[in-house]
């Protein structure tokens, strides 16, 4: 495995779990919202069945005063415990509602993190290549050197290389071809 296949399965796989954590801890949450919703609709409903209980009592032609204060207490209080109940669970959604919020933006927070470090990196690498095509250059725009050998003769450098005599005498400055020695170095131009 490559060092690109590593650094692009450590990226993924980081990508795949803050998603999926995103997602637990706002599933999580509705489910809490959810449940409280269960709770806060359960105790609604027992209050207004406590309250008309309470009222078909008060309405009754034997009901008392003190009865009919009674109910009306029971349906008042059962109106604030509903009332209550909506309030948590709206809290509930709320809160579920600021959990995912939270999740979704630690995820992009660290999503955001490794796209800087993945442009840092490109960067970097860009750098790297522009460095190495310059010094590319710059050696291609250098003559390659050759010490002269026992026996050698200008012609035959020129030759080896590819290269016309005359162009390497005129380039090292050799004024007579004839008097070159070992030893001596010369510039070859590139072709």
Excluded: C, H
Aim: aromatic letters at 4%; charged letters at 45%; proline letters at 3%.
């Amino acid at each position: 495995m490559s060092l690109w296949e590593k650094i692009k399965d450590a990226v993924t796989t980081d990508d795949a779990e803050a998603a999926d954590e995103a997602r637990k801890e706002a599933e999580a949450a509705q489910a809490e919202a959810d449940k409280a919703k269960v709770e806060a609709q359960a105790r609604a409903d027992e209050a207004r069945r406590k309250a008309d209980e309470a009222a078909a009592k008060a309405g009754l032609p034997t009901a008392s005063d003190e009865e009919k204060a009674q109910a009306d207490q029971a349906r008042q209080d059962a109106e604030a415990e509903a009332t209550k109940a909506q309030e948590e669970a709206a809290a509930a959604d709320r809160k579920a509602d600021e959990r995912a919020q939270r999740a979704v933006e630690k995820a992009n927070k660290r999503r955001e993190k490794r796209e800087e470090a993945r442009e840092e990196r490109q960067e970097e690498r860009q750098e790297a290549r522009q460095e190495a095509r310059q010094e590319a250059r710059q050696e291609a725009n250098e003559p390659d050197v050759y010490t002269v050998k026992s026996g050698d003769t200008l012609s035959e450098i020129g030759a080896r290389f590819g290269v016309d005599w005359r162009e390497i005498a005129r380039i090292n400055n050799v004024d007579n071809p004839d008097l070159i020695f070992p030893g001596q170095k010369f510039k070859i131009p590139r072709k």
